[in-house]
C-alpha cells in the first residue's frame, strides 16, 4: 500500500502531516494454494477507488517460479481526524484522486 500511494505521490506521511491516520479496519485473505519455504512470492496492488472516505487495496500474490496465483486479499483503511472517524472525504484525498484519473468532480 505505501509503495503504491508513494508511487502515485501521496504518502502516509502526507496525511498525517494533514492530520489524518489511516487504520486497517479489514482484511480478507483468500488462499489459492499453498507457499511452501523458499518460494519467491510476487505482489500486485490495485487501489479501489471510491468516494467514500476510505482506502480500499487489492491484493494478488503470485508465485515467481510459475507464475500461479497463490493467494488474493483485499484491506480497508478509513481516515481518522483527532481520533475521530471521518465521515467524508479529506480535501486532500479528494484532490489527490482527482490528479490522478480516478475521479473528476463535479
Known amino acids: 500500500r505505501e509503495r503504491f500511494l ?9 496525511m498525517l502531516h494533514h492530520g ?6 479489514d482484511l480478507n485473505i483468500s488462499y489459492h494454494d499453498s507457499f511452501l519455504y523458499g518460494d519467491t512470492l ?26 500461479k496465483k497463490m493467494a488474493t486479499a ?17 480535501a486532500f484525498y479528494r484532490q489527490w484522486q482527482e490528479n490522478n484519473g480516478f475521479f473528476t468532480e463535479k
Do not use: C, W
Open 42 to 67: 510476487l505482489l500486485d496492488v490495485t487501489y479501489t477507488a471510491t468516494y467514500a472516505a476510505k482506502l480500499v487495496f487489492d491484493f494478488t500474490f503470485r508465485r515467481k517460479s510459475d507464475n
Open 6 to 14: 508513494s508511487d502515485h505521490t501521496l504518502s502516509y506521511l502526507t
Open 20 to 25: 489524518y491516520t489511516e487504520p486497517v479496519i
Open 74 to 90: 483485499r484491506s480497508t483503511q478509513v481516515f481518522m481526524h483527532d481520533g475521530k472517524l471521518e465521515l467524508s472525504r479529506p
